[in-house]
Every structure is written in structure tokens, then in C-alpha cells.
Antibody
């Protein structure tokens, strides 16, 4: 059964780079139906898609974050990562990694990692 | 301001039926599948409905989804206390070229 787990620092200083890793277990990162995604949720607010990485390495980013974000994979380690630079307090959120299963016209985010709270503060 | 519009909260008594609406546009719900996610307090979201009205394996048939035009709905029959959670709709948006979520609806079971 596929499982995902986020890891990384829980506190990042303003203007610095937020870096998170998602470790995938119980499956493969090479299925052509799978995209690897990051989604965030500010405290008390709704969900926001950050970006997706295809099994071929193509990336797709939320236009509102595209200038600051990068998602990449280290398949031998069964990991994919998120980098978000020039962070501000508005980037404080619980960050989730998830698998997007996608085969037209079907798609869904499942499973999700448990999430990791990242606070941007000095 | 979320691209998909949901009511902030709904409430109903145990064993009653409740519906949650999700309003979008022709670039998202009108042209793409809608999925629904349940987020229990302090937990990650989980898939509840996919492709507008299909139930994943293991999901109770008390949950159902529907779509008409640029709006979708989630219905929960026979409400139980454990259904108290936040519910989110989601869809692909052709104009924004990305995934969009509703703002979420908190369900209170009275």
C-alpha cells in the first residue's frame, strides 16, 4: 500500500528557502499514471495546489507560486522534494505531499502524507 | 478567495441528510471531473468521491456525489457523529492551468 511521509524543518526565516522532502514507500515512482504533488493549507484555511511532477520529470506549478517554486525527484531514494524561495509569513502552512493518479478522464489525489507544519518567522 | 465556492458550514442532526454545494465555472467544473475530499480534525484529507459521483473502495454508500453544469454537490445520508469534518471539492481549471479547490465546508452534526 502506497504511503507518503513529509520531512523537513518546521521553522524557516523570512526571505529564506523552504525545503521539504516527501518519502514514498510501498510502491513505485515510475508508473505513467502517477504525478507527485505538493499541496498546502494555511492554518484555519483551505487547500492550495502548489505543483506537480510527472513520472517523466515534467513539472506543473500554480501560476501564483511559479516564480518561487521547484519540485524535483530522487527516484533511487524514492523521494521527491519541494523548494519554495523568498518565503514570507503568508507561506506559513501545513504542507502535504500526495500522489495524483491521472488517466484521462479520471484523476484523484490519493494517498496523502500526514502533513508537516512549516512556520515562517524570525 | 477560492476558485470553487462552497458554503463555510452546514449542520444537521444525526440520521438526517445533508448536502454540500460546490459552484464553479465552465473552465473547471463545467468541463472537468469533480472530486471530493474529507478532512477529519487534525488529519490529512482523504478521497471521498471521484469523477463527479464514483465512490472509492471502502467509502460508505451513505456518501454520494452529483454534478450539473458548473455546479457539483456532495450528499451524506444517515448522518453520524464521525462525519463531522471539513469537506473540499476539487477540479482541474483549464483557464488557470492548474488544480483548484473549494474553500471547504465544515459539517457539524448536531
Amino acid at each position: 500500500q502506497l504511503q507518503l511521509q513529509e520531512s523537513g524543518p518546521g521553522l524557516v526565516q523570512p526571505s529564506k528557502t523552504l525545503s521539504l522532502i516527501c518519502t514514498v514507500s510501498g510502491g513505485s515512482m515510475n508508473m505513467n499514471t502517477d504525478y507527485w504533488v505538493w499541496i498546502r493549507q494555511p492554518p484555519g484555511k483551505g487547500l492550495e495546489w502548489i505543483g506537480s511532477l510527472s513520472y517523466r520529470g515534467s513539472t506543473y506549478y500554480n501560476p501564483s507560486l511559479e516564480s518561487r517554486v521547484a519540485i524535483s525527484a530522487d527516484k533511487p531514494k524514492m523521494q521527491f522534494s519541494l523548494r519554495l524561495n523568498s518565503v514570507t509569513a503568508a507561506d506559513t502552512a501545513v504542507y502535504f505531499c500526495a500522489r495524483l493518479w491521472y488517466q484521462v478522464p479520471l484523476n484523484w489525489f490519493d494517498p496523502w502524507g500526514q502533513g508537516i507544519l512549516v512556520t515562517v518567522s524570525s | 478567495q477560492s476558485v470553487l465556492t462552497q458554503p463555510p458550514s452546514v449542520s444537521a442532526a444525526p440520521r438526517q441528510r445533508v448536502t454540500i454545494s460546490c459552484s464553479g465555472s465552465s473552465s473547471n467544473i463545467g468541463d472537468n471531473a469533480v472530486n471530493w475530499y474529507q478532512q477529519l480534525p487534525g488529519r490529512a484529507p482523504t478521497l471521498l468521491i471521484y469523477y463527479d459521483d464514483l465512490l472509492p473502495s471502502g467509502i460508505s454508500d451513505r456518501f454520494s456525489g452529483s454534478k450539473s453544469g458548473t455546479s457539483a454537490s456532495l450528499a451524506i445520508n444517515g448522518l453520524q457523529s464521525e462525519d463531522e469534518a471539513d469537506y473540499y471539492c476539487a477540479s482541474w481549471d483549464d483557464r488557470l492551468n492548474g488544480w483548484v479547490f473549494g474553500g471547504g465546508t465544515k459539517l457539524f452534526v448536531l
